[in-house]
């Protein structure tokens, strides 16, 4: 049979559905001939056998033989690859096509969802605007997951706003495109964005809900209800999971409990690791082994400036599969896993729906329910969590006395007077001021300041800023739509964090936002020396300063309701010897009260390991608890930090 015989027999094969009998035709006939369409036909044989590798390779080959359609067989191949997990050899194969990505969706596409996959989203960022351009609905969706963290990224908001265009029906895209919004404060598209979504909203429409993700809900929403309806894009698992988990064999030590902290944040400047690291360095490592299971990306270890051995055993689990990191953690027979994340930037929460610890605990880094990851108990305190909250949590409850989160005194800086000049503020005025970033100040809590500043005629509102000109233009129209000129405010810049520490005492009042108040920005401005007045929230996110003034025994600083929050703002403002008072009770208080006590923090946290553990060793199902608290003291034994920068 010569060539073009043996090619008219495979392919009629192939035509009836004998890919058996085809392949083997082919077979013998590239021993004889290696043209293009042969390698085709092999290829198109071997995608019918489920042969996916085999058959780009095959595609390549077609490709490597010339003619017209090079480009299209290469393409093919770099599919195929990618389908059959090969990424390295789709790019290979993508090299002679690299140069036409940002004019070609098709190969902008692939090379982008690689890329996304390894987490270099620098590498991909020149590729968005042909997948945004592209009439393939794929190619859009992909454009929108390459989204930068840059709050004054142009490109963002471009994407965002021609992805609605095309599909206006995308609640999810909606939802996105609110939350980028919130970073430069464009109140009137958030509006607009919103009065689309709102009747969905309030018949609690669970499908159009879903479509956000749960940290854009929490900043916005103060509805707890709501929170937990918000999960896209979040991990799955079913309670099967969590029984095969609870039911795994361990070994438990008799001695130590070993306790594994996940979290992509272990580096010095993080604002976790301003909170967490003194817990860390005081666990007591008769009674505790410490190990940070670390997917931190590589840019902010390169900036990294501490020694983080201090902290704990350190395992880099950032290249691992979510299965591969949970069996490093099996392998390490961690008793307790604490996740450090939820559904904050990075998270990677799936990592505990592979049954990686016999006991799993969320804390710290989401202000709320972690919603589809296998959990047994959420770490809060009765201010964050009370009893109203848990038909809203998966999770159990778990207690503690004072607040939640904790502070670590040691290695904060102390504050050091400075001038107002230096920061150009009014030497006369009243200083009411906010460092919460951008995406946490509301329409409602503009409203609010504004009344406040029209009825206290001798002050300024000094507001931190990120996201350059845009987000400062968009708050200074909000602020005139009320009647507030921008003379009354007073823009801060995001500057070194022992700076930032000292210039808080040029304020008088913080004011805190809501419904997301300010977390560690709470307690580095009462670390520094600002009393901050907040309101009584509906949520974890709105409920924090409410927490953290507890804890330092400032109650009164907590206001009932919105009005009461601007009659409270307004009488401080008329009574400076109050503000005073408050500043030196803040003094006296720093290393007095439980708010920036490490260790007694620690000590109940390490109390809460030990009952999670013995309920686990008994074979007990988790269940609330409240740790209790241990003695008061004045504190006389804790020293205060040596003055660092």
Not at 152 to 180: G, Q, S
Not at 456 to 464: D, E, I, R
Not at 595 to 607: A, G, I, K, N
Request: with cysteine; proline share 5%; net charge neutral.
């Amino acid at each position: 049979m010569n060539a073009e015989a043996a090619y008219f027999a495979a392919s009629k094969a192939y035509q009836k559905g004998q890919y058996v009998p085809a392949l083997q035709l082919l077979n013998r006939l590239l021993d004889v001939s290696g043209d293009a369409k042969t390698f085709v036909l092999l290829a198109k044989t071997l995608i019918k056998l489920n042969m996916p590798a085999e058959a780009a390779a095959s595609y390549q080959r077609a490709a490597e033989a010339g003619g017209r359609r090079e480009e299209e067989y290469t393409l093919r191949a770099m599919e195929l690859y990618v389908e059959a997990g090969d990424d390295d050899s789709a790019l290979l194969a993508a090299r002679k096509l690299a140069h036409k990505a940002h004019q070609n969706p098709d190969i902008a596409f692939i090379l982008a969802s690689i890329f996304r996959k390894r987490g270099d989203l620098d590498v991909v960022q020149g590729l968005r605007k042909p997948l945004i351009e592209s009439k393939d609905p794929r190619h859009v969706k992909l454009a929108t997951y390459l989204l930068t963290a840059e709050e004054d990224d142009e490109e963002n908001h471009r994407t965002i706003a021609v992805a609605l265009k095309k599909f206006p029906k995308r609640h999810d895209l909606r939802f996105y495109h609110t939350y980028l919004l919130r970073k430069v404060c464009d109140f009137d598209q958030i509006r607009a964005h919103h009065a689309a979504l709102d009747t969905h909203i309030r018949k609690d429409e669970v499908e159009v809900l879903s479509r956000e993700r749960p940290w854009s809900s929490v900043i916005w929403c103060g509805d707890e209800r709501r929170n937990a309806l918000a999960t896209r894009e979040t991990p799955k698992y079913s309670s099967a999971i969590t029984l095969k988990r609870r039911n795994m064999v361990h070994r438990w030590d008799e001695k130590k409990l070993r306790i594994g902290y996940l979290s992509a944040d272990y580096w010095g400047r993080h604002a976790t690791m301003k909170l967490i690291a003194d817990i860390l360095r005081r666990h007591d490592r008769n009674r505790f082994d410490v190990d940070l299971f670390c997917y931190t990306p590589q840019k902010y270890l390169d900036m990294n400036d501490v020694d983080r051995s201090e902290w704990g055993n350190v395992i880099l689990v950032r290249d691992m599969s979510d299965d591969d990191a949970a069996a490093a953690i099996r392998e390490r027979n961690i008793d307790i896993l604490v996740d450090l994340k939820g559904h904050t930037r990075d998270g990677r929460a799936n990592i505990l729906n592979q049954a990686a610890a016999p006991v799993q605990v969320a804390w710290l880094g989401f202000p709320g329910m972690t919603v589809s990851a296998d959990l047994d108990y959420v770490i809060g305190d009765p201010h964050v969590l009370p009893d109203s909250s848990k038909p809203f949590y998966h999770e159990k409850f778990c207690r503690l006395p004072d607040s939640y989160q904790p502070n670590d005194p040691t290695n904060r800086p102390l504050p050091k007077p400075t001038a107002r000049r230096q920061w150009g503020l009014p030497a006369d005025a009243f200083v009411f001021a906010s460092f919460n970033l951008p995406h946490k100040v509301s329409a409602e809590i503009v409203s609010q300041w504004a009344e406040i500043l029209s009825r206290a005629p001798k002050s300024v509102l000094w507001l931190m800023t990120i996201g350059g000109d845009r987000t400062r233009i968009n708050l200074l129209k909000e602020f005139g739509s009320h009647g507030i000129g921008p003379d009354r405010i007073v823009f801060a810049d995001k500057i070194e964090y022992s700076k930032h520490i000292n210039r808080q005492a040029c304020a008088d009042l913080a004011l805190d936002t809501y419904p997301c108040n300010g977390h560690t920005t709470t307690s580095d401005s009462l670390w520094g020396g600002l009393p901050v007045l907040t309101r009584k929230g509906t949520n974890f996110a709105s409920r924090v300063s409410e927490s953290l003034l507890n804890a330092i025994n400032l109650p009164d600083l907590i206001a009932a309701d919105a009005q009461d929050y601007v009659e409270r703002a307004l009488e401080l403002y008329a009574n400076r010897e109050r503000i005073a008072e408050y500043k030196q009770r803040i003094d006296e208080a720093r290393f007095v009260q439980p708010l920036f006590d490490s260790e007694r923090f620690c000590r109940h946290l390490e109390m809460a390991y030990e009952r999670m553990a013995e309920r686990a060793k008994a074979g007990a199902a988790p269940d609330h608890f409240d740790v209790p608290a241990l003695p008061s003291r004045s504190n006389p034994f804790m020293e205060a930090p040596a003055e660092t920068e």
